[in-house]
């Protein structure tokens, strides 16, 4: 890996981060606080809330076996993703690459910073090869974004091209593993320690249920963390969400119920859509969602909107022709749409 202040945006390198009121005092017990320009009244919400989610930190640093300086919590992952981009990117300088299809914010991302977006094809089976994502890297490459289970193709990526790339790239590799927790394949977390350049990325939105309170999280090296710390708005995670967060992480078993059904769930789908006449093909997947093929996605998509039911028309997409994504719902709401599906009528 380059030197990580080669990597970085040298004004962001050389910036004074703002310093709020309460960063500035430490290890003394307070009870008076007049240091904020808050409202005495109305507690707790007329206070700020911590700016580095301390309490919160440390119940995730176990649960997901790292340091807490390997935490970084954001509001949902879209603003790690964001903060990768303002880091570490030069507007109108810098480009990034990252697997297609896949995500669409890390492209808009890329476009609101005016930093190169470098798409590269996966091949049929939705996978790539280190090789030709290092075909695309030039000098101002800054970081390549993958995405596994990659949305929306919902398939975990290859491992070992995933550690070829972290192995022989110089830069920052982003791997957005927002649906991790419905797959069979490991987290790359344990190999924090052994790549510097790796930066994964996780979210409160899916398995554990929390998309409303805008949670995400970014685990990479504390000298990229320290960089994050360092732009983010200084109250990045409000309190109602930290609290919140806190009390789900004393959930842990209806997590993995939710878990556990929406797998059962997803087989039993997968399964009758395969038996679908409008359906031609079923993807595999790793996600708590999957591609189908149709026959006709968009004249299908629309008729399920008449129907009330809502899922996702990806036709346009690279490599996903006449592909619907389904997320999978509870049963009464599966079953609502293989009943809708079934009335279709194909020549
Ligand atoms: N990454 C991926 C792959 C996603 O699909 C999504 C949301 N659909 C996100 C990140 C954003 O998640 P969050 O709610 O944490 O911003």
């Known amino acids: 890996m380059k030197p990580l202040k080669e990597l970085t945006r040298p004004n962001v390198w050389a910036l004074k981060p703002y310093s709020s009121a309460r960063d500035e005092y430490s290890g003394v017990e307070a009870s008076v606080f007049l240091d904020a320009n808050e409202n005495p009244y109305n ?16 119940l995730i640093a176990p649960l997901k076996g790292v ?29 990034v690459v990252a697997i ?21 094809l996966l091949d049929v089976y939705y996978q790539f090869k280190a090789s030709s994502l290092l075909s695309a890297i030039d000098e101002n490459t800054k970081a390549i974004f993958l995405c596994s289970p990659n949305n929306p193709t919902g398939n975990s990526l290859c491992r ?31 190999d924090l320690d052994k790549y510097p350049n790796l930066i994964v990325l996780q979210t409160f939105s899916k398995a554990w249920g929390c998309a409303a309170i805008r949670l995400g999280m970014a685990f990479a090296s504390p000298e990229i963390i320290a960089i994050f710390n360092k732009i983010k708005y200084p109250y990045n995670v409000n309190l109602l969400t930290q609290k919140e967060a806190i009390r789900m992480l004393q959930r842990p078993e209806q997590v993995k ?69 389904i997320t999978i719902g509870t049963k009464e709401e599966n079953d609502a749409l293989l009943e809708a599906l079934r009335k279709v009528e194909v020549e």
């Open 100 to 120: 297609d299809p896949t995500y669409g914010m890390y492209k808009v991302c890329a476009e609101v910073n005016d930093v190169e977006y470098r798409p590269i």
């Open 43 to 58: 507690a707790p919400n007329n206070r700020y809330p911590d700016p580095l989610q301390g309490e919160l930190k440390a």
């Open 257 to 325: 119920e939710w878990v556990d059904t929406l797998l059962e769930e997803r087989a039993r789908l997968m399964k009758e859509f395969a038996q679908l006449p409008c359906c031609k093909r079923v993807f595999p997947t790793d996600a708590n969602f999957f591609l189908a093929q149709m026959y006709e996605a968009t004249q299908i998509y629309n008729y399920l909107v008449r129907e009330g039911i809502i899922v996702r028309n990806r036709t346009n997409v690279a490599l996903c022709k006449d592909c619907l994504r």
């Open 160 to 190: 070992k091209e995933v550690e070829s790339l972290l192995n022989r790239f110089d830069g920052l590799v982003v791997v957005d593993e927002a649906y991790i927790d419905f797959s069979d394949s490991p987290s790359m977390l344990k």
């Open 67 to 95: 340091d807490v300086k390997n935490i970084f919590f954001g509001n949902g992952s879209d603003e790690a993703i964001d903060l990768v981009f303002r880091a570490f990117c030069r507007p109108g300088i810098d480009n």
